[in-house]
C-alpha cells in the first residue's frame, strides 16, 4: 500500500489541519485533524491530537476500537486541561478522524467532529463517518430534511470535538474488512465541501491507477476555490 496526501491552506492565513500517514509494527495509521479555535489554538489542537494519539498507539502491543477510543478520550482531557492553563489555548479543540488497517486488511476508525472517512469499493463509496454537527443532528431527527440541509446557516456548528467543553464528547466507530483495489479517504470538511460523493465516485470509477484516482479528485477540489483549509490522506489496499 502506497498511501498518497495533500494539505493545503487555501485562502486562509494559515492552516489549522493536521494529518498523519505512519507505517506501525502490525499495520498503517492515517489520521486527519481539523483545528479549531482561531489561529493559533486550532493550529496547536490539531498538532497535539494527532502527534499524542500516534504515541499512546505505539505503547501498546495489539491496537483495537477500545484502545483507540480510550486515545481520544485521553486526548480530549489533555486538550481541555492545556487550554485552561494557558489563555492563548483557551477554547480550542479539534475534529479526529483516524484509521488503523492492521495486516489482516482490517480497517478500524475512530472519529469524532466532521472530518470525514470514505470507503470506494468498485462503482460504490460507502461514507464510513456521521458528521457531528448541529445540521446533521436536526437532519437525524428529522426536524430538517436534506435539501434544508444544505442551506442551513448553522451547518459548519459542531456537536462535538476533542477539547471542547461545550457538549459532551462523541466518538463514533467504524470497522469494515478490506479488500483487495479498496480505496480510503480521509478528509477535513474543507476537501469534500469543495467536491461531492459522486463524484468522487465517479473519478474511482474512471482511474484504475489509485495515484491518477487521487490528484484527480484533488485537481477538481483546487478548481473549486475552496474557502477552507483542506486536506486528504487516501489509500488502496493491495
Avoid: W
Avoid at 486488511?105 to 463509496?125: C, F, I, P, Q
Avoid at 436534506?146 to 464528547?169: C, Q, T, W
Amino acid at each position: 500500500m502506497n498511501p498518497l496526501y495533500y494539505t493545503a491552506k487555501g485562502p486562509r492565513n494559515s492552516n489549522e489541519d493536521s494529518y498523519l500517514i505512519q507505517p506501525l509494527e502490525r499495520g498503517i495509521l492515517l489520521i486527519v485533524a481539523d483545528g479549531l479555535g482561531g489561529h493559533k489554538g486550532g493550529e496547536y489542537a490539531s498538532h497535539y491530537a494527532v502527534t499524542n494519539a500516534l504515541k499512546k498507539l505505539r505503547a501498546v502491543n495489539d491496537i483495537s476500537i477500545s484502545i483507540l477510543k480510550k486515545a481520544l478520550r485521553e486526548i480530549h482531557e489533555e486538550l481541555i486541561s492545556l487550554g485552561l492553563e494557558n489563555n492563548d489555548l483557551n477554547g480550542m479543540g479539534t475534529t479526529f478522524t483516524c484509521a488503523y488497517i492492521d495486516d489482516q486488511n482490517k480497517l478500524l476508525g475512530v472519529h469524532t467532529g466532521d472530518s470525514r472517512a470514505y470507503l470506494l469499493r468498485e462503482n460504490g463509496l460507502i461514507q464510513l463517518t456521521t458528521d457531528h454537527t448541529e445540521a446533521q443532528k436536526l437532519l437525524d431527527e428529522g426536524l430538517i430534511d436534506k435539501s434544508e440541509l444544505l442551506n442551513y446557516p448553522r451547518k459548519n456548528i459542531l456537536i462535538s470535538a476533542l477539547g471542547a467543553k461545550s457538549n459532551p464528547l462523541l466518538i463514533d466507530t467504524f470497522e469494515y474488512q478490506l479488500q483487495a483495489k479498496d480505496r480510503l479517504l480521509i478528509s477535513s470538511d474543507g476537501f469534500y465541501a469543495s467536491t461531492n460523493k459522486k463524484g468522487i465516485r465517479d473519478i474511482s470509477v474512471k482511474y484504475d491507477e489509485f495515484s491518477e484516482f487521487f490528484f484527480s479528485v484533488l485537481s477538481d477540489v483546487k478548481q473549486a476555490d475552496p474557502t477552507d483549509n483542506y486536506s486528504v490522506v487516501g489509500i488502496e489496499v493491495d
